[in-house]
Every structure is written in structure tokens, then in C-alpha cells.
């Protein structure tokens, strides 16, 4: 039995660059309940004939990324069915974290489809609406000068406390620590998401060098645009694939959206002093 990440051809679509991901999944539909019972409903693409029987597992996870290693199931495997629901309250805060994907199990193969976020329920004319935007900015940032190509580092919220925390504030005492980068979360972030396309605006920012402090940016922050999917959170961070500068996301603000769903994100990115353990993590 073979296991495709995402993909109804054999490959793992995530470190490519291409508009869509392709999956055997026609669309997820997600009906949210914060107090929990979530409706998780789903359809697969007309031409994927793989043989029966179809089995399906509902699965959670914080970042929107099909290779962060914090996906865990929801309720038991159900067969042949449409859709599933999480009886549980996953957010107890303000920040709306939660994803979803369904793993398909068939005699032929495994299969994903794309994480998605419990952002609200859209008709089937919006969702084809915001699949479409996505697909144009995302060509646009690509074939056009005004994208730069970068990695996306999703922060882990969740996890095993770092022995550099405080044990009765959960402060953080070490903020250059690499065990957890500074986020008192050992690992600090999850792999890297590449393909990650940001539009930097045309005002002015520059370096300077500090006895004390080393390399840092003492001009105004970048304002920069870019694609809500993954989900962004203030705290993540954004890595250029060529120069490997490294920059915090902060201030983020909805450019477009459908129905409430944001879709595109204006953010301020601040530059991490070179001197940053945050140049620690590993980017291929």
C-alpha cells in the first residue's frame, strides 16, 4: 500500500511551487461549533477510481501545513461515509487555531487532502470564489517580480515546556535558547513550509550595526502582503529563500476576504538581528 501525502499521483506536493495542490479531494467543508460538535463533511474528485472499500479518518492539527508533525486523529475511522464530527471544544482563547484534514485509506493507497481552517462555512459558490483568489495571487506573486519566494515557519503554540521557562510564570528566561528558539516550546517551530510567496511594499528600511546589540533594523518595519494559507499568526516567522534573512510577523490585517475568511494578509515584518537564534533553525 502506498501513501501519497496529498496527491492522487504518488508525489508530495508541498515542496513544490505549483498554483494548486492537486488531491483526490474535491473540497472539505467545515461546519464550526466552538463548544464542540463540528461538522467535518467532504467529497471526492468525480475521476478517482480507486477500488472500495473507503476509509476515512478525521484528523486535527494547529498549523495548516500537511507535513507539521502535531496531526492527531479525532473519533474512530468511519467507512463509506461523507463526513464526521469533533464532539470537543479544541479553543478556549480569542486565537482560532484549529485545522482539519481526512485521511482516505483504500486497498490501493493513503491519501490527504489539504489541511483546512474552521474559518466559517462558505457556500459552494464562495469556496470557489476564495480557491480562485488564492490561485491568482499565488500566480501572480510567482510569475511577477512583486513575489519573493521564502519558507514559512509556523510556531508551535502547543507542546513540551522548555527547561528555559519559569516554572511558576512560564516566562521565558533564555529568549537566545535553541532548545525551543526562544518560544519556550521545545523545537520552536514546525519543519518549514516552502513556496511561501511574500510581497514586500516599496518603503524603505535599513541596517545598521550596534556595539551591543549586533545587526539590527532601525528603520520602519516591512509591510508586506501575502496568502493566509497556511493560517499566519502573529509570531510565525518568514524566512527569504535567497538572502536567508529572517523575519517576525507582526500586526497582521485582512486585505481580502470572502465572507469573513481572510485571504489575504497585510502583516509588518520585523528583521531578526542577525545575532537571532531564530538563524539557528534549520532552512533548507
Same mark, same amino acid.
Given at each position: 500500500? *502506498? #501513501?501519497?501525502?496529498?496527491?492522487?499521483?504518488?508525489?508530495?506536493?508541498?515542496?513544490?511551487?505549483?498554483?494548486?495542490? #492537486?488531491?483526490?479531494?474535491?473540497? %472539505?467543508?467545515?461546519?464550526?461549533?466552538?463548544?464542540?460538535?463540528?461538522?467535518? +463533511?467532504?467529497?471526492?474528485?468525480?475521476?478517482?477510481?480507486?477500488?472500495?472499500?473507503?476509509?476515512?479518518?478525521?484528523?486535527?492539527?494547529?498549523?495548516?501545513?500537511?507535513?507539521?508533525?502535531?496531526? %492527531?486523529?479525532?473519533?474512530?475511522?468511519? #467507512?463509506? *461515509?461523507?463526513?464526521?464530527?469533533?464532539?470537543? /471544544?479544541?479553543?478556549?482563547?480569542?486565537? /482560532?487555531?484549529?485545522?482539519?484534514?481526512?485521511?482516505?485509506?483504500?486497498?490501493?493507497?493513503?491519501?490527504?487532502?489539504?489541511?483546512?481552517?474552521?474559518?466559517?462555512?462558505?457556500?459552494?459558490?464562495?469556496?470557489?470564489?476564495?480557491? +480562485?483568489?488564492?490561485?491568482?495571487?499565488?500566480?501572480?506573486?510567482?510569475?511577477?517580480?512583486?513575489?519573493?519566494?521564502?519558507?514559512?515557519?509556523?510556531?508551535?503554540?502547543? !507542546?513540551?515546556?522548555?527547561?528555559?521557562?519559569?516554572?511558576?510564570? /512560564?516566562?521565558?528566561?533564555?529568549?537566545?535558547?535553541?532548545?525551543?528558539?526562544?518560544?519556550?516550546?521545545? !523545537? !520552536?517551530?514546525?519543519?518549514? %513550509?516552502?513556496?511561501?510567496?511574500?510581497?514586500?511594499?516599496?518603503?524603505?528600511?535599513?541596517?545598521?550595526?550596534?556595539?551591543?546589540?549586533?545587526?539590527?533594523?532601525?528603520?520602519?518595519?516591512?509591510?508586506?502582503?501575502?496568502?493566509?494559507?497556511?493560517?499566519?499568526?502573529?509570531?510565525?516567522?518568514?524566512?527569504? *529563500?535567497?538572502?536567508? +534573512?529572517?523575519?517576525?510577523?507582526?500586526?497582521?490585517?485582512?486585505?481580502?476576504?470572502?465572507?469573513?475568511?481572510?485571504?489575504?494578509? !497585510?502583516?509588518?515584518?520585523?528583521?531578526?538581528?542577525?545575532?537571532?537564534? %531564530?538563524? /539557528?533553525?534549520?532552512?533548507?
Amino acid at each position: 500500500m *502506498a #501513501e501519497h501525502q496529498c496527491s492522487a499521483i504518488g508525489h508530495d506536493c508541498t515542496p513544490s511551487c505549483s498554483p494548486v495542490c #492537486e488531491t483526490v479531494f474535491d473540497r %472539505i467543508w467545515i461546519t464550526h461549533v466552538t463548544i464542540g460538535g463540528t461538522v467535518v +463533511e467532504w467529497a471526492l474528485k468525480a475521476n478517482f477510481n480507486d477500488p472500495g472499500p473507503f476509509v476515512y479518518q478525521l484528523q486535527l492539527g494547529r498549523t495548516g501545513s500537511n507535513t507539521a508533525d502535531d496531526w %492527531i486523529n479525532v473519533g474512530l475511522p468511519v #467507512e463509506d *461515509a461523507c463526513y464526521a464530527v469533533d464532539d470537543s /471544544q479544541r479553543v478556549h482563547g480569542r486565537t /482560532q487555531w484549529t485545522h482539519y484534514r481526512v485521511k482516505l485509506t483504500t486497498d490501493a493507497g493513503v491519501f490527504y487532502s489539504n489541511p483546512e481552517p474552521v474559518f466559517g462555512k462558505l457556500d459552494n459558490y464562495d469556496w470557489r470564489r476564495v480557491k +480562485e483568489i488564492i490561485r491568482s495571487y499565488k500566480l501572480y506573486l510567482q510569475k511577477t517580480h512583486a513575489g519573493t519566494k521564502g519558507s514559512l515557519l509556523k510556531r508551535r503554540l502547543f !507542546g513540551t515546556p522548555c527547561s528555559c521557562t519559569d516554572e511558576l510564570t /512560564q516566562g521565558i528566561r533564555l529568549p537566545n535558547h535553541e532548545e525551543c528558539y526562544g518560544t519556550g516550546i521545545v !523545537g !520552536g517551530y514546525f519543519d518549514p %513550509i516552502p513556496c511561501s510567496y511574500a510581497e514586500f511594499s516599496t518603503e524603505a528600511f535599513y541596517n545598521t550595526v550596534d556595539d551591543a546589540r549586533g545587526t539590527v533594523q532601525d528603520g520602519p518595519d516591512a509591510r508586506v502582503k501575502l496568502l493566509n494559507v497556511p493560517q499566519v499568526f502573529s509570531g510565525d516567522v518568514w524566512v527569504n *529563500a535567497t538572502t536567508d +534573512e529572517r523575519w517576525y510577523i507582526h500586526d497582521i490585517s485582512t486585505i481580502a476576504e470572502v465572507r469573513g475568511v481572510p485571504i489575504i494578509l !497585510g502583516c509588518t515584518f520585523s528583521l531578526a538581528p542577525f545575532k537571532d537564534v %531564530i538563524y /539557528q533553525f534549520p532552512v533548507d
